[in-house]
């Protein structure tokens, strides 16, 4: 069951095999695209590679062993509260709506994505009071729903409600702002906190070929389920038009041999998902050719360049690769590039193969001391880094916003100090 991580380079492939499908047309060139599959190539055999020998290499022994799991589940209820006052707050301090509009705006996407934008613009105390508060609890914030899922036996009534209560924050918080998020987030923590949990209990005897069906049957419906309401919300916010485009530079190919056994309906949504799978790769297209300056080594994340250009007074993402791509026509303020052109402003193209591979051998190891150890920090990080590999075809997810990323390196920090060098056979 361990091996079961070897899918996620499959996952990298199935969405680069989409964006060479001829669903969505993208304006590219025969040596251009050559170029691009090899180096998507190498990402795959790097990653292939490194969850390899991360799989193969001697794991850690935990030195204080769920020490945070065990503290988290001690103080769970007020943990979830808390998170749910402060999501609560963001909902009006984003939106200004109360939740006596939840309906109108739960059937009117469209509207609740124009009045969140419209109220945005108006950034008040509240807003600054807000960020403030969910960096501080992003740890916690990121880590409640694995902990419920890994702790599930352990949570009395009072606390299991309460971290539904929380659950149900998410989601209010996605209806409210007209985006799918929130959702997809939730649907992500649970589906690699899942896949932690079944690996376990099918190691332990503890669940039957059946009962893994059984579940993998549950994560399907949810996707599928996922999926519906994305593209009824995206369908809402574009006014029922059917015929999907990228911004006019790509549009669904109406001509297309999988559009031949498909509804337009049906087809849309295809165009959609496809779209939000695989434009990172146009993006990344377009930036193979390009050169950039030195970043600080904070390029890889758009909050870092614009504290950065602040604090020296400098422009930073003009000589970016985002900012070039921006130049060009695709702006990273609402089209992808994939993760690649974000880490090669810091360590250039040469070197992000190599990350690549440092990166999925950590996933592999993280993966590995979870299950076989049930480390709770250990499965956090391995979360994040599977959450990371998700979007690793849109962005630089983990560090796109100082919420994610401070979470993300506080876990680490964690799991370094939950564990001690120790070989085992």
Request: net charge positive.
């Amino acid at each position: 069951m361990l091996s079961l991580i070897y899918l996620l380079p499959l996952y990298v492939l199935f969405t680069f095999l989409l964006f060479l499908s001829d669903i969505i047309l993208w304006p590219v060139d025969a040596n251009g695209m050559w170029m691009l599959s090899l180096f998507v190539v190498c990402i795959i055999f790097a990653s292939y590679l490194g969850i390899y020998l991360g799989l193969n290499s001697k794991a850690f022994i935990s030195s204080r062993k769920n020490a945070s799991g065990r503290k988290m589940v001690r103080h769970f209820s007020k943990i979830s509260i808390t998170l749910f006052i402060i999501t609560l707050m963001a909902i009006f301090i984003y939106t200004g709506n109360s939740l006596g509009n939840i309906f109108e705006l739960a059937i009117d996407p469209r509207l609740a994505y124009q009045k969140m934008l419209a109220y945005e613009v108006e950034k008040g105390g509240g807003f600054y009071l807000y960020k403030t508060l969910s960096i501080i609890m992003a740890p916690l914030y990121y880590a409640l729903i694995p902990l419920m899922v890994m702790r599930w036996k352990y949570l009395t009534r009072k606390q299991a409600f309460f971290g539904l209560l929380f659950v149900l924050g998410m989601i209010l918080f996605s209806i409210f702002r007209g985006t799918d998020r929130e959702i997809g987030e939730l649907v992500i923590l649970l589906v690699s906190v899942t896949l932690v949990r079944i690996t376990q209990k099918v190691r332990n005897g503890e669940f039957s070929a059946y009962q893994v069906l059984r579940v993998f049957f549950i994560l399907i419906i949810l996707f599928l389920f996922f999926f519906i309401v994305f593209s009824f919300r995206k369908y809402e916010r574009l006014s029922g038009d059917l015929n999907f485009c990228v911004y006019n530079i790509a549009c669904s190919n109406q001509n297309s041999i999988f559009h031949s056994f498909m509804s337009d309906e049906i087809f849309f949504s295809v165009s959609m998902l496809t779209s939000y799978l695989s434009q990172g790769y146009y993006g990344l297209y377009l930036t193979l050719g390009m050169e950039h300056c030195f970043t600080f080594f904070v390029g890889h994340s758009p909050f870092l360049v614009s504290v950065m250009d602040k604090l020296l007074s400098i422009d930073l993402y003009s000589c970016s690769l985002m900012g070039q791509l921006n130049g060009v026509g695709w702006s990273d303020d609402y089209t992808w590039s994939t993760i690649y052109p974000w880490l090669a402003n810091d360590i250039s193209y040469y070197l992000v193969v190599p990350f690549i591979f440092l990166i999925s051998m950590f996933l592999a190891i993280t993966w590995k001391i979870g299950v076989l150890e049930d480390l709770f920090s250990a499965v956090m990080v391995f979360i994040f880094l599977f959450y990371g590999v998700i979007f690793s075809t849109a962005n630089n997810q983990l560090a796109i916003a100082p919420e994610i990323y401070t979470a993300f390196i506080v876990w680490i920090v964690i799991f370094i100090k939950d564990v001690k060098w120790k070989k085992t056979v």
